[in-house]
């Protein structure tokens, strides 16, 4: 039986060991990951901890699931609408100093 335990632990180490140099220079902090595998784990994680966060948030609202559902669509309505009127006002003020820009040096002029 102690020889049992034995060999599963070290099955277990030799499992754990670093299979090459980089994964132990890695281990010593003397070496990087790719930037584009850092990347995507710090992406993984945050969007883990933003639905973590949003479960949490649901569970501890104070309103029914049906109330919030209501108020969520319609602030989020708002917003959208509030975007909505931001970017058309953004786009009409470029066309104008488009315009005006073209006049004044008569590029546009037919």
Do not use: H
């Amino acid at each position: 039986m102690n020889k049992y335990i034995k060999g599963l632990g070290a099955a277990y180490l030799l499992k754990k060991m670093p299979k090459n140099s980089d994964d132990v220079l890695y281990g010593m902090g003397l070496q990087r990951r790719e930037p584009a595998i850092m990347a995507a784990q710090a992406i993984a994680i945050f969007g883990c901890g933003c639905l973590v966060g949003a479960g949490v948030a649901l569970l501890f609202a104070p309103a029914p699931g049906a109330q919030l559902r209501q108020d969520l669509s319609t602030k989020a309505n708002d917003l959208r609408s509030k975007a909505s009127d931001k970017i058309l006002a953004a786009t009409n003020g470029a066309e104008k100093l488009v315009e005006s820009a073209g006049i004044n040096t008569g590029a546009f002029r037919s």
